[in-house]
T-cell receptor, first 113, second 112 residues
């Protein structure tokens, strides 16, 4: 598609439950990036992929967070045993090559109760 | 990662030009200057980027200081739809992993 598609738009989970977010990058884009926006203007890079390979995971919390980009499937970001502090908007972005402008989806708002 | 400094907020009148400043005094020779904006309830949107020379596109212009320690995003005629948070971001051309390091950004209000 011509847009980065993120699903669901809003996800509500009880503390301790699992959360799984999905991202379909723009067709033909080789790079996928995940970002977390906790407060209004505070973004944190989580992880990036080059096709199905992890490219940079320096922002990923060591525990509970995992991500995949498998061929012919949307990319996914999974959080095990969610905590209140995981409440945030999670954005996915894609680009054709690494240094080109990134195209962002509209995000998934994760609310942990 | 080199850091950027922007004013927290700015105001503009509709149909007037807007100059959004960004300081990046620790920029290295291979760092690109990117601008993204985030409209309410949306993901960030690419605006423009440059290395050394001034750049123009259909959305905006980017003026880069000769010493590259600062830059200015210019919206030539602000509209109400330009009200957003504008982020100035540096990305390293040498060791670039592509990730964007967002700062606090400038919240632009456009008054009718």
């Amino acid at each position: 598609g011509e847009e980065v598609a993120q699903t669901p738009k809003h996800l509500v989970r009880g503390e301790g439950q699992k959360a799984k977010l999905y991202c379909a990058p723009i067709k033909g884009h080789s790079y996928v990036f995940w970002y977390q926006q906790v407060l209004k203007n505070e973004f944190k890079f989580l992880i990036s992929f080059q096709n199905e390979n992890v490219f940079d995971e320096t922002g990923m919390p060591k525990e509970r967070f995992s991500a995949k980009c498998l061929p012919n499937s949307p990319c996914s970001l999974e959080i095990q045993a969610t905590k209140l502090e995981d409440s945030a908007v999670y954005f996915c972005a894609s680009s054709q090559v690494r240094n080109q402008p990134q195209h962002f989806g509209d995000g998934t708002r994760l609310s942990i109760l | 990662d080199a850091k950027t400094t922007q004013p927290n907020s700015m105001e503009s009148n509709e149909e007037e030009p807007v100059h959004l400043p960004c300081n990046h005094s620790t920029i290295s020779g291979t760092d690109y200057i990117h601008w993204y904006r985030q409209l309410p309830s949306q993901g960030p949107e690419y605006v423009i980027h440059g290395l050394t020379s001034n750049v123009n596109n259909r959305m905006a212009s980017l003026a880069i200081a000769e010493d590259r320690k600062s830059s200015t995003l210019i919206l030539h005629r602000a509209t109400l739809r330009d009200a957003a948070v504008y982020y100035c971001i540096l990305s390293s051309g040498s060791s670039n992993t592509g990730k964007l390091i967002f700062g606090q950004g400038t919240t632009l209000q456009v008054k009718p």
